[in-house]
């Protein structure tokens, strides 16, 4: 019976969800984004690193049809999550010039390629670390309290939806190619350093006036092309190690997460699972109309990302829509939107 209590009141959440955003209204006020290039809009493109997408072939199939710095042929599964919350347009990368007057009014991105939860490693990259990211924010909500009064910026800061996706370039950018690194500390301990600053992160966003917080687990990481490719040895399979590291990971992610929630009542704070859903397209491809997951389709789709995937790759495919992989490193539009989809009921929370 509380089973199918549950379900009916999921089914009535939904149901207003769509009834709101059928008559034009966002189901929140706003959408801010932290993290890394799975969710970087641009904020690396005028930046002195060598881990950018502001050139071709990305973007080709996004509405301009031009490279924006997303890290994808066309959107990013964060952008179809804010459509599907009802947004007409996408948070600005805040180092953007859209990022002024009222398009701030509607949420940031302040996500940064090559940024993990370590600053560290985005340090090692050229990219904005985490914690600059938060102060990012800080400096946001000065500028929004100036353009729509301290009561309207308090609304939106309390009741937007906040997005964090990191950890990924943490291990696979740094841990497992820094024998300074990996030699020092197992992959446990390596992930009590990591959410020893998910920990400070979230808090620090509470304080700042966050209540609603998503933060996306770890992807199958020895699924990604380059990961096999750099440490399958020689084989086309998933790379058992790194997958294996990712639920360590993702386990104790989901534990930081539950602590944080019993000492913050009022937080409501989601652990997006992206590892299982991603994984099921990579083991199950033709059940989502996908025909290729071992290869991306930029260049050879072994290795190419950022730099590497640009105008004068040879190989690049015509059409990604049965890629799962855009780059060696990235879902193409296609996956994104079906992980989008997967993840939508997981956040239910975030909008009851």
């Given at each position: ?190 992930a009590e350093l990591l959410l020893q ?58 534990a930081a997460a539950e602590a944080l ?6 937080l409501k704070l989601v652990v997006f ?80």
């Open positions: 019976m509380e089973s199918i209590s549950i379900m009916v009141l999921l089914a009535f959440q939904i149901w207003f969800c769509i009834v709101r955003i059928s008559h034009g209204q966002s189901i929140v006020p706003g959408v801010m984004i932290f993290g890394d290039s799975v969710v970087d809009t641009g904020n690396n493109n005028n930046r002195l690193t060598l881990v950018k997408a502001n050139f071709p072939p990305y973007g080709r199939d996004f509405g301009s049809h031009l490279p924006t710095g997303r890290f994808c042929n066309g959107k990013l599964a964060t952008d179809f999550t804010v459509e599907n919350l009802g947004f007409s347009s996408y948070p600005p990368a805040y180092f953007s010039s859209e990022a002024q007057g009222e398009n701030l009014l509607y949420g940031a991105n302040f996500a940064s390629a090559a940024s993990g939860y370590w600053d560290k490693t985005a340090v090692l990259y050229g990219a904005v670390p985490l914690t600059q990211q938060l102060r990012n924010f800080e400096e946001y909500q000065d500028r929004i309290k100036a353009i729509a009064g301290e009561e309207n910026a308090t609304e939106l800061i309390r009741e937007s939806i906040y997005l964090l996706s990191a950890g990924s370039s943490d291990y696979v950018q740094n841990y497992y190619i820094n024998p300074l690194i990996n030699i020092l500390k197992t992959p446990d301990q390596f600053s998910f920990d400070s992160f979230v808090k620090n966003l509470y304080n700042l006036g966050a209540r609603r917080i998503g933060v996306t687990s770890l992807a199958p990481l020895g699924c990604l092309p380059a990961s096999i490719t750099l440490f399958g040895e020689g084989k086309n399979d998933c790379v058992t190690r790194l997958n294996s590291d990712a639920i360590g990971f993702n386990y104790m992610l989901k929630k019993k000492s913050h009542p009022d699972d992206i590892y299982n859903p991603l994984l099921d397209l990579v083991q199950n491809p033709s059940k989502y109309g996908f025909f290729e997951t071992r290869k991306a389709c930029c260049g050879t789709g072994t290795i190419e990302t950022s730099l590497l995937c640009n105008a004068i790759s040879v190989g690049t495919c015509s059409n990604a829509s049965g890629y799962v992989f855009w780059d060696s490193f990235h879902p193409s539009e296609a996956a994104n939107k079906a992980l989008a989809g997967a993840l939508l009921l997981q956040g239910i929370e975030l909008i009851s």
